[in-house]
Each structure stands twice: as structure tokens, then as C-alpha cells.
T-cell receptor
Framework: DSGVTQTPKHLITATGQRVTLRCSPRSGDLSVYWYQQSLDQGLQFLIQYYNGEERAKGNILERFSAQQFPDLHSELNLSSLELGDSALYFC??????????????FGPGTRLTVL | GNSVTQMEGPVTLSEEAFLTINCTYTATGYPSLFWYVQYPGEGLQLLLKATKADDKGSNKGFEATYRKETTSFHLEKGSVQVSDSAVYFCALTQTGANNLFFGTGTRLTVIP
């Protein structure tokens, strides 16, 4: 158990809908990262937050957004969903913003299926 | 830009066989290098890491050495077990950042 929790575990929805994925980082970790794992794109970094502020952006679509709240949990919002958004979405956390020796601890993931 | 290329799978080995999974990278500056493992139905776990050239990361019998001259970080284990069956990802972080760039993953199956 990494200490990172994600809810829900599975989500099934229809095209055009909007969903919210939730992540609680390990106790004391200030950085949260979101990654998408899909069959065609592999594992891709989406976005990073540190202590409530956006710090780095990767291959995140404009239809997707995220935020980190004062209690440090984070939410990833996916809107106008398409079939191709079906994937496993991982959250990870680490103690600092860009410590190169920091380990990222991954949650179990949320599997999103868009029908 | 940053990229990680790792050996295509799947790889099937008999128990106690020697394992090598190749990984090469492209990055500017001095990246840190990682191997993550994903067991069936689970999230990713850090297996080992190396933060500078010639460093050797090791854990659970697995080893990898950061070779700057060949831009490689190959994963090795002398004697695999059935419980090592998983998907292995090579990854890097760029200097000054902490987001991970992953390879495509290599699925390892170890048969008794």
C-alpha cells in the first residue's frame, strides 16, 4: 500500500459526459501528479500540482482540468468525454516540488470506460 | 526532448533464468533514471532508481546501472521467480522537474 488513495476504482460513463476523479496523496506529500495509461499512448504525464498551485503540464487535453485543494487532495475533471479517453488514470504524490531524488508513490488508479 | 525506449515484450522466462530488459534514453542535462513495476491489477511501484552516472540501483535482486556513455539503464536479475511476473517500466525525470517520462513497458511472464 503506497498511501495514495484514488476514488472511484472504476467508472463507466457515456460519450459527452463529465467525470471527476479524486486523489488523496500520502500524508505530508505536497506534490500531486496525474498520469494516463492507455493502450495506444502508454503512460503519459498529464499535470502536476504543488501545494495548491499548478507546477507542470504534460500532454493534457483542454477538455481536462485539475486542481489541488487546501487539504492537498486533488481532483481531475474530464469533460466532453470521447471513446479514446478510456484509460487507467493514476495519481502519484511526492514530498517536494522538483527534488530529483524524490520518489513518486502511485495510487491504484481509476479505470475509466467511456461507452 | 525526453524519451525512453525499452525492449519490446512480452518476455517469457523459466524460473531461475537470467533477466535483462534493455532501456535507453534521450534527455538533456542529467536525468534521474527509474525502473517501476506494475503487478497485475495494481498501481506502479518504484523498483529502483539512480540519480547520477555510474550509480547502481538495486532492490529485490534487481539491478540497473546508469551508463551515461551509452545512455542506458538496463534492468537485470540473476534468477527470476514466478512472483516477478509483471510489467516493467523504465522512466526518467529531467533535471529540475519531477514528472516522469515512461517507456512503453515490458511484460515479463515467469513460468515454473
Amino acid at each position: 500500500d503506497s498511501g495514495v488513495t484514488q476514488t472511484p476504482k472504476h467508472l463507466i460513463t457515456a460519450t459527452g459526459q463529465r467525470v471527476t476523479l479524486r486523489c488523496s496523496p500520502r500524508s505530508g506529500d505536497l506534490s500531486v501528479y496525474w498520469y494516463q495509461q492507455s493502450l495506444d499512448q502508454g503512460l503519459q504525464f498529464l499535470i502536476q500540482y504543488y501545494n495548491g498551485e499548478e507546477r507542470a503540464k504534460g500532454n493534457i487535453l483542454e477538455r481536462f482540468s485539475a486542481q489541488q485543494f487546501p487539504d492537498l487532495h486533488s481532483e481531475l475533471n474530464l469533460s466532453s468525454l470521447e471513446l479514446g479517453d478510456s484509460a487507467l488514470y493514476f495519481c502519484a504524490s511526492s514530498p517536494r516540488i522538483a527534488g530529483i531524488t524524490d520518489t513518486q508513490y502511485f495510487g491504484p488508479g481509476t479505470r475509466l470506460t467511456v461507452l | 526532448g525526453n524519451s525512453v525506449t525499452q525492449m519490446e515484450g512480452p518476455v517469457t522466462l523459466s524460473e531461475e533464468a537470467f533477466l535483462t530488459i534493455n532501456c535507453t534514453y534521450t534527455a538533456t542535462g542529467y536525468p534521474s533514471l527509474f525502473w517501476y513495476v506494475q503487478y497485475p491489477g495494481e498501481g506502479l511501484q518504484l523498483l529502483l532508481k539512480a540519480t547520477k552516472a555510474d550509480d547502481k540501483g538495486s532492490n529485490k535482486g534487481f539491478e540497473a546501472t546508469y551508463r551515461k556513455e551509452t545512455t542506458s539503464f538496463h534492468l537485470e536479475k540473476g534468477s527470476v521467480q514466478v512472483s516477478d511476473s509483471a510489467v516493467y517500466f523504465c522512466a526518467l525525470t529531467q533535471t529540475g522537474a519531477n514528472n516522469l517520462f515512461f517507456g512503453t513497458g515490458t511484460r515479463l511472464t515467469v513460468i515454473p
